[in-house]
């Protein structure tokens, strides 16, 4: 088994950083089109314009997490690293 395997059906965590997220309104609206889709669990707002979201990877991918922001006109530079958040 190597480090980066997965288990299907767990809740995983991604740490976003949104480039074009200035306002608390913008989080909310971020937050709003995530929560409407299936498996995403809860989205948490850190300062520098960083989110992250909780999500069961049996159900969804980064790369839907990815989709869903192109879609509501955010802009995602990269994951951010779980040390960052101080």
């Given at each position: 088994?190597?480090?980066?395997?997965?288990?299907?059906?767990?809740?995983?965590?991604?740490?976003?950083?949104?480039?074009?997220?200035?306002?608390?309104?913008?989080?909310?609206?971020?937050?709003?089109?995530?929560?409407?889709?299936?498996?995403?669990?809860?989205?948490?707002?850190?300062?520098?314009?960083?989110?992250?979201?909780?999500?069961?990877?049996?159900?969804?991918?980064?790369?839907?997490l990815t989709m869903i922001?192109?879609?509501?006109?955010?802009?995602?530079?990269?994951?951010?690293?779980?040390?960052?958040?101080?």
């Amino acid at each position: 088994m190597s480090w980066y395997f997965q288990n299907k059906n767990q809740i995983d965590s991604a740490l976003l950083i949104i480039t074009n997220m200035s306002t608390k309104e913008d989080f909310l609206k971020i937050k709003n089109e995530f929560m409407s889709v299936e498996g995403i669990k809860d989205v948490k707002y850190y300062p520098s314009k960083r989110i992250q979201v909780l999500y069961d990877n049996g159900k969804i991918t980064l790369q839907h997490l990815t989709m869903i922001l192109d879609k509501t006109g955010y802009k995602y530079v990269k994951r951010a690293c779980r040390n960052c958040m101080k």
